[in-house]
């Protein structure tokens, strides 16, 4: 048995047009660019409503004309990422925090946290692997299973933590000083 994670899904900001898109050009973006991500073939990355209720939800910067600029698809991958592990909720305040800052450097250097990331979840996979393949038995299969999902809650509820320590300055106060 193979550990094999299609780990390098991530937009690149030289992948993300120049031009404004419409949602289904969004759409389309993100299937082809994650398409690897997907458990299967019936999911899907992202969805028209998926869009729309972030848009609702105030996770998007305000979208102008149906069209969705660089920044909207920063967010949007962004959002993508973090639903794996936060609720909307805290989804919205962590974006709220960095709504100010500039959107492109700040996802460059996401995209840095990430390639660093992977690097670590590489080496981490050298020492499971050894033990899947070498173990046919179930019972250990799910052991290795619990051990991983353990693993990912702990580091969920560590992201989670850091939300909650964001400040409670709401983004109108945030203009203002």
Do not use: W
């Amino acid at each position: 048995m193979d550990i094999d994670i299609k780990i390098d899904n991530e937009l690149q900001l030289n992948e993300m047009p120049n031009l404004d898109l419409y949602m289904d050009q969004v759409i389309q973006l993100f299937e082809r660019k994650m398409a690897d991500s997907k458990r299967n073939e019936q999911e899907k990355v992202l969805t028209k409503t998926m869009i729309n209720n972030y848009a609702k939800g105030k996770l998007l910067p305000e979208i102008k004309n149906k069209k969705y600029s660089q920044e909207h698809l920063i967010y949007i991958s962004l959002i993508c990422q973090l639903k794996g592990a936060l609720s909307i909720h805290d989804i919205k305040k962590a974006l709220d925090t960095i709504r100010e800052t500039d959107s492109e450097r700040f996802y460059d250097a996401y995209l840095e946290n990430v390639a660093f990331g992977y690097e670590l979840f590489k080496e981490s996979c050298e020492v499971i692997e050894p033990r899947v393949v070498q173990s046919a038995d179930p019972v250990d299969q799910v052991m290795l299973i619990t051990q991983m999902t353990n693993m990912s809650n702990l580091y969920r509820r560590a992201a989670e933590a850091l939300v909650d320590g964001l400040a409670e300055v709401p983004l109108q106060d945030k203009k203002k000083g």
